[in-house]
């Protein structure tokens, strides 16, 4: 399987969503595992507006995100001077950074990051 473009990675996660919506709001058994693939197959490019302004919104990264990233960062540089380094691993650090980043801004509710910033902006934790 060849790497997919993040467009269709996004567009195929919001189709099977809307796939997986749909199916509960008609209250029908839910299909197998192969027919919803077989759906997000066939309709995943009807998406690739909704992936890329996904994608467009992710542009501008937030502080606490920046941190978290520059922490896994920190921690990774430890980890590769201690047994040598390569490009190879520089990768694998990139992509820890960018797991992390997402994972976190995945926990974070809406509103969140702003009202902790204008905490902190006033003095606050």
Same mark, same amino acid.
């Given at each position: ?46 998406f ?5 302004? @996904?994608?467009?919104?992710?542009r ?6 920046? *941190? ?7 921690a ?10 390569d490009? %190879?691993?520089? *990768?694998? *650090?990139?992509q ?8 976190? @801004? ?8 702003? @009202?902790?910033? %204008? ?7």
């Amino acid at each position: 399987m060849s790497e997919m473009a993040m467009v269709e990675i996004v567009a195929r996660a919001l189709c099977r969503r809307r796939i997986e919506w749909n199916r509960r709001q008609d209250e029908k058994p839910f299909p197998s595992e192969e027919r919803i693939q077989a759906s997000v197959n066939h309709a995943w490019p009807d998406f690739g507006d909704e992936a890329r302004a @996904a994608i467009a919104a992710m542009r501008v990264v937030p502080y606490s995100l920046l *941190t978290v990233g520059r922490d896994v960062a920190y921690a990774r540089e430890r980890e590769l001077r201690a047994c040598g380094y390569d490009a %190879e691993m520089r *990768t694998a *650090t990139l992509q820890a950074q960018w797991e992390a980043m997402i994972d976190a @801004a995945l926990r974070e509710s809406p509103g969140e990051p702003q @009202a902790r910033q %204008e905490r902190q902006e006033r003095g606050g934790a």
